[in-house]
Every structure is written in C-alpha cells, then in structure tokens.
C-alpha cells in the first residue's frame, strides 16, 4: 500500500479525522523529538516540546500551505519552542548538564566504545554553552546540514546574520574542543595505547 | 587576503561562493599558520558531525504517540469550548438574566403591595384612637420604613403604640424614642 501524503492526511485532519493526525504524528514525531532533543539536550524536554509541536500544528493545520513541505513548518515551530525554552530557563535545563546519547550504532571495540560515548557527552556540552541563537543555527547547519536560505527561513534571520552566529558557534566550539583536548590529550592516549 | 579575514573565511568555508573560496584557496597556499588553522578546523567539525550525527530516538515510541494525541484531543475539547460552547452559552444566559430580572421585579411589586397592605391593617383612625399622642402620618412612615413587626425592647410596634396610653409610661417612651428616631 503507498503511503498517503502528508497533503492528504493534513486534508482528511482538516475534516476532522483524528487517525490521519495520528498517521501524521507517527510519520514525523521520530524526526520532531530528535530535532528538538538536539536543541535542548534533554528527554524530557525533549517530548514536551513533541507534543506541544504537534499541538500547535494541528490547531494551525488549516494555515498549511501545500506548497512548502511539512517537514519546512516544523523546523520552525520545533526551533521556535526550543529557542523560547532555552531563553526562559537557561541556568535549569541541560546547558549544564545535558544527557548522554544512548544509541551508538557503529561500535568497534570497548574502548572506542567509551571514546565516542565520552566525545559525544562532551561535544553536546559544548554546545550547550552556545548562546540559544547560536545553539539553533549550529544544530540547522551542521547538523541537521540545512542550506543557510533554510535556516534563514526557519529563523526569520537573513543570510548575514546567520552567517555571523554560524561563524561564533564554531569558533566557540573550536575553542572549547581545543581546551578539552588540552587537558584530556594524555588520557585519551592512554586508552588507545591498551 | 590578509590573516585577520582568512579566519571568518575557514570557519565559514561550506559557505562560501566558488570566487571566494578560490580566494581562500590562493591564501592557505601561501601561509603555513592559516593552512595548519584550516586543517585543525575541519578536524573539528568532522569530530563535531561524528560525535552528534546520531539521532536521538524516543525510548517508547508508541508512548509519545499516544501522550501527543491526548494532548492534542484535550487541546481540541478547549477549543471546542472556548470557540463554540461559549457564544452558545452567552444568549442562554442573557435569558436566563432576563427571567431572573423580572421574577425580581414581580417579588419587589409584590412586596410593596404587601408592604401597602400591611400599613393599611393599622389604619389612621386606629392610631389615632390608641396612640393619640403619635402623629399618625409619622407612624405610617414608620410601618411602611420598618415593616409592621419591628421590635422596640420587646413588643412589636404596634403593640407598643396601642399599650402606649401614659406619655410618662417608661415603655412608651421607648416607643416614641424609636419614633422619633425614624423620623
């Protein structure tokens, strides 16, 4: 059986049909709770902002224009929830302290196991310390590898500024992953040398 | 190109338009520092990309499927009421207002022919055979202000006028203070 399009379950939604908004919200939830995940680095933040994404969208639904994708309008309603909880609380949630990714899909050996846990833990920290303005474009671009027009588009931001938060993110993140390796040269030489 | 612009230009290099990268190009040729800068900074957005490439999946999908679409009903009965029941609600209750104003207005005609009908119980040449002393329009005022069992320390008024036949009686007195205090 093909699957319906977005298009068409939006449609059906719109008639009030609430298991084509399900259809909806099990073909993207995957995709909004990871987007939103990467903005915030918290789970439970993370689902919050799922379901008030979806919330939204559906009482927004029939100011969906058919001629940008779905995928386009949550970008933006992820961001924005994201970036307006980052703003809110930005000495409570997870810029201290963000949780550690569970999955790891390409494991080697123990000990590179425990590197690319370690690097993972330690990079989503940095970008914690990013600014919310920062955090957003840097999870789009790099990431997500959004052109800068999209992110331009999601952000309400033009090209420029992007441009410029883009430049500050990395290069903050460049210093902070300098430092780390300062410090953690020798450790991390240890582990592969056994 | 000089040093200072070459940074912006190698952190933004997947930015850059084909002239200006050719710009960036022709410069790390021909400086080592920029070009070691260049290097270190790719090495770290690979690391970075690497490191944060994997996408964090919900532990039980099912869950938040189920926790998203109960939100979303529940937001749906909200707005249901909140767009649909109340302009509902407001006519009902302009009538219910309209039934209650003049159930009140009946009650208070009603009171007042009572009030009237009680005041006309005692009347004028009744007060003037009891109560001589007491000016008869006064205690009208006094039965339709008051009502017609208003207590002066203890009997009622009207009984108080009717046993009211010594002005030195200390009861009377009373009587004739309550009076004169509503006049």
């Given at each position: 059986?093909?699957?319906?399009?977005?298009?068409?379950?939006?449609?059906?939604?719109?008639?009030?049909?609430?298991?084509?908004?399900?259809?909806?919200?099990?073909?993207?939830?995957?995709?909004?709770?990871?987007?939103?995940?990467?903005?915030?680095?918290?789970?439970?933040?993370?689902?919050?902002?799922?379901?008030?994404?979806?919330?939204?969208?559906?009482?927004?639904?029939?100011?969906?224009?058919?001629?940008?994708?779905?995928?386009?309008?949550?970008?933006?309603?992820?961001?924005?929830?994201?970036?307006?909880?980052?703003?809110?609380?930005?000495?409570?949630?997870?810029?201290?302290?963000?949780?550690?990714?569970?999955?790891?899909?390409?494991?080697?050996?123990?000990?590179?196991?425990?590197?690319?846990?370690?690097?993972?833990?330690?990079?989503?920290?940095?970008?914690?310390?990013?600014?919310?303005?920062?955090?957003?474009v840097f999870v789009l671009r790099d990431l997500e590898e959004l052109t800068v027009d999209e992110v331009s588009e999601i952000l309400s931001m033009s090209p420029g500024k992007i441009k410029s938060n883009l430049f500050l993110a990395r290069k903050r993140m460049s210093e902070l992953i300098k430092s780390y390796y300062e410090i953690k040269k020798p450790?991390?030489?240890?582990?592969?040398?056994? | 190109?000089?040093?200072?612009?070459?940074?912006?230009?190698?952190?933004?290099?997947?930015?850059?338009?084909?002239?200006?990268?050719?710009?960036?190009?022709?410069?790390?040729?021909?400086?080592?520092?920029?070009?070691?800068?260049?290097?270190?900074?790719?090495?770290?957005?690979?690391?970075?990309?690497?490191?944060?490439?994997?996408?964090?999946?919900?532990?039980?999908?099912?869950?938040?499927?189920?926790?998203?679409?109960?939100?979303?009903?529940?937001?749906?009965?909200?707005?249901?009421?909140?767009?649909?029941?109340?302009?509902?609600?407001?006519?009902?209750?302009?009538?219910?207002?309209?039934?209650?104003?003049?159930?009140?207005?009946?009650?208070?005609?009603?009171?007042?022919?009572?009030?009237?009908?009680?005041?006309?119980?005692?009347?004028?040449?009744?007060?003037?055979?009891?109560?001589?002393?007491?000016?008869?329009?006064?205690?009208?005022?006094?039965?339709?202000?008051?009502g017609s069992e208003v207590a002066v320390n203890g009997p009622s008024l009207k009984d108080c006028i009717i046993n009211c036949t010594d002005p030195s009686d200390p009861a009377c007195l009373d009587c004739l203070t309550y009076m004169k205090k509503l006049n």
């Amino acid at each position: 059986m093909t699957a319906e399009t977005d298009r068409k379950l939006i449609d059906r939604a719109l008639q009030g049909n609430a298991l084509s908004f399900r259809h909806l919200v099990e073909r993207h939830q995957s995709f909004v709770y990871s987007l939103a995940f990467r903005l915030v680095g918290n789970r439970d933040d993370a689902k919050d902002i799922t379901q008030e994404a979806f919330i939204r969208l559906w009482r927004n639904l029939n100011r969906y224009n058919p001629d940008n994708k779905l995928t386009t309008w949550l970008y933006r309603i992820v961001t924005n929830l994201s970036l307006d909880m980052l703003k809110s609380a930005r000495n409570k949630y997870s810029i201290r302290n963000p949780e550690a990714h569970d999955d790891v899909p390409v494991r080697h050996t123990a000990d590179q196991y425990l590197i690319e846990t370690e690097l993972r833990t330690v990079v989503s920290m940095m970008a914690s310390l990013l600014t919310p303005k920062q955090k957003a474009v840097f999870v789009l671009r790099d990431l997500e590898e959004l052109t800068v027009d999209e992110v331009s588009e999601i952000l309400s931001m033009s090209p420029g500024k992007i441009k410029s938060n883009l430049f500050l993110a990395r290069k903050r993140m460049s210093e902070l992953i300098k430092s780390y390796y300062e410090i953690k040269k020798p450790v991390t030489d240890e582990v592969q040398k056994r | 190109m000089k040093c200072r612009n070459a940074e912006r230009a190698i952190y933004l290099y997947p930015e850059l338009n084909d002239r200006e990268r050719t710009v960036l190009d022709n410069h790390l040729a021909g400086c080592a520092s920029c070009r070691a800068v260049f290097d270190r900074v790719q090495r770290e957005r690979n690391l970075i990309f690497s490191s944060l490439r994997v996408r964090e999946v919900p532990d039980n999908e099912s869950d938040l499927t189920d926790r998203i679409m109960n939100g979303v009903m529940l937001d749906r009965r909200t707005v249901t009421t909140t767009r649909h029941a109340w302009p509902g609600l407001i006519p009902s209750l302009r009538w219910s207002m309209a039934v209650v104003s003049v159930v009140l207005v009946i009650m208070f005609i009603a009171e007042q022919r009572v009030g009237i009908t009680q005041t006309a119980e005692v009347s004028v040449t009744e007060l003037d055979t009891y109560a001589p002393r007491l000016n008869s329009t006064l205690f009208l005022k006094s039965l339709t202000t008051a009502g017609s069992e208003v207590a002066v320390n203890g009997p009622s008024l009207k009984d108080c006028i009717i046993n009211c036949t010594d002005p030195s009686d200390p009861a009377c007195l009373d009587c004739l203070t309550y009076m004169k205090k509503l006049n």
